[in-house]
């Protein structure tokens, strides 16, 4: 069990507000200049927390995500995964290597881990298998699970449910599918992440998913450098940029943003089982 589940700042004064950024990557490949930046204007933005997802081509982002969640051990916490890109170079001594960087403390999710049928840069069923053993992986090291689903709603879902990822529960990250989905994924223990998809006027379905799921279900992210929100769309994304999808999350619940910050904050202390940000 957890001793301080909601170490999150908070207080009557709006800059104690912090925001999570649930999924940002930040390998050097995308911010070359080092992360020092990008993290203090995220601060400076009211951004308390970041999960910094570790996939790539090889291993070699999540060792480096799990570097930078030691060197800000208050703020940042890292996830260890093979993308649905990348699941042919998943064989079983990247499984291995994998199951030893999911086991350190810093890392608090397996992942991004899923399906991806629309740029399918993987084969498809190289890609369930990988999602399936990688499901497995999550289950021994016993944390949750970041799952990525493109263009794959039914596969994502029925291996999720044959893998009995319910044990260990997580969260689809980067929602972008429609009510339905919602349900069946809040109903086998995972939550719903919004990137600045949502902010996106074309993006109906999802803003009915995140005007009507359950407040204490949803969490909010960047996905940097992809998918900025309106007013950046088109521009490189950052983790600061949080602030905008939290807005119109709020906006379209029709609740005050102080109150979205306060309880998606909190729901992300409780998915990833640890606090963000100086303890109160
Ligand atoms: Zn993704
Ligand atoms: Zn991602």
């Known amino acids: 069990m957890l001793s301080n589940p909601f170490p999150f700042r908070k207080g009557p004064a709006a800059e104690d507000l912090v925001l999570i950024d649930t999924h940002c990557h930040l390998d050097a490949e995308y911010f070359p200049e080092g992360p020092e930046a990008v993290l203090a204007r995220a601060r400076a933005a009211g951004v308390g927390g970041f999960v910094v997802v570790g ?12 570097a930078l969640a030691k060197r800000f051990p208050e703020e940042i916490a890292a996830t260890a995964g093979v993308h649905p890109h990348d699941a042919s170079m998943c064989d079983e001594a990247c499984v291995a290597e994998l199951h030893a ?29 990988v999602f399936a053993r990688l499901i497995g992986l999550a289950r021994e090291v016993k944390k949750p699970i970041v799952v990525h689903t493109r263009s794959a709603p039914d596969d994502t879902l029925s291996i999720l449910e044959a893998e009995g990822a319910r044990e260990v529960g997580g969260l689809i990250h980067c929602f972008s599918e ?16 919004f ?6 006027k074309n993006a109906r379905a999802v803003q009915e998913v995140a005007a009507q799921a359950p407040l204490e279900r949803i969490l909010v992210e960047t996905d940097s450098p992809y998918l900025s929100p309106i ?50």
């Open 55 to 66: 996939v790539g081509r090889s291993l070699e982002p999540a060792r480096a995500a799990i």
């Open 101 to 129: 960087l999911a086991s350190d403390p810093s890392v608090v999710a397996v992942g991004e881990i899923g399906l991806d049928y629309h740029y399918d840069h993987s084969p498809r069923d190289v890609q369930r298998g």
């Open 178 to 193: 429609d009510m339905a989905f919602a349900k069946r994924a809040l109903d086998i223990g995972f939550d719903l992440s």
């Open 195 to 200: 990137s600045g998809i949502v902010t996106f």
């Open 231 to 280: 007013p950046y769309r088109g521009k490189p994304c950052e983790p600061a940029y949080v602030v905008h999808t939290a807005r119109k999350v709020a906006e379209l619940r029709g609740i005050s943003f102080e109150t979205l910050a306060v309880e998606t904050t909190r729901n992300a202390s409780v998915r990833f089982r640890r606090g963000f940000g100086a303890p109160a």
